[in-house]
């Protein structure tokens, strides 16, 4: 069984940083892809970010580009998200995901076996 477990959301101001991490437990050594997605109230999840585990390659959704970066250390199997020059539209719960198929697009919610429980990231003004 593979468990991912978010932390580090929060309440935050607008123009301010919050660092996500995602701890991936379990039998997760064929896992490709670690990706988050997020939802707001009243929308469909969306992709933020992805990384392929095996190349480092990374791909942002448009409206994070600049500001937020994917990154892992593979020692302990967790994957970050750094959120730089936060928004009031950032206000999501945001949810880490793992994938098995390494030619999957990262942006797809196909790609992705395995879900969070999400972490709550609030922007204020």
């Known amino acids: 069984q593979v468990q991912l477990v978010e932390s580090g959301g929060g309440l935050v101001q607008a123009g301010g940083s919050l660092r996500l991490s995602c701890a991936a437990s379990?039998?997760?050594?064929?896992?490709?892809?670690r990706g988050w997605f997020r939802q707001a109230p009243g929308k469909e999840r969306e992709f933020v970010a992805g990384?392929?585990?095996?190349?480092?390659?990374?791909t942002y959704a448009d409206s994070v580009k600049g500001r937020f970066t994917i990154s892992r250390i593979a020692a302990n199997d967790t994957v970050y998200l750094q959120m730089n020059s936060l928004k009031l539209e950032d206000t999501a719960v945001y949810y880490c995901?793992?994938?098995?198929?390494?030619?999957?697009?990262?942006?797809?919610?196909?790609?992705?076996?395995?879900w969070g429980q999400g972490t709550q990231v609030t922007v204020s003004s």
């Open positions: 995901a793992s994938g098995l198929i390494s030619t999957m697009p990262l942006n797809t919610h196909r790609a992705y076996s395995y």
């Open positions: 379990g039998r997760t050594f064929r896992h490709y892809l």
């Open positions: 990384l392929r585990l095996n190349t480092d390659s990374t």
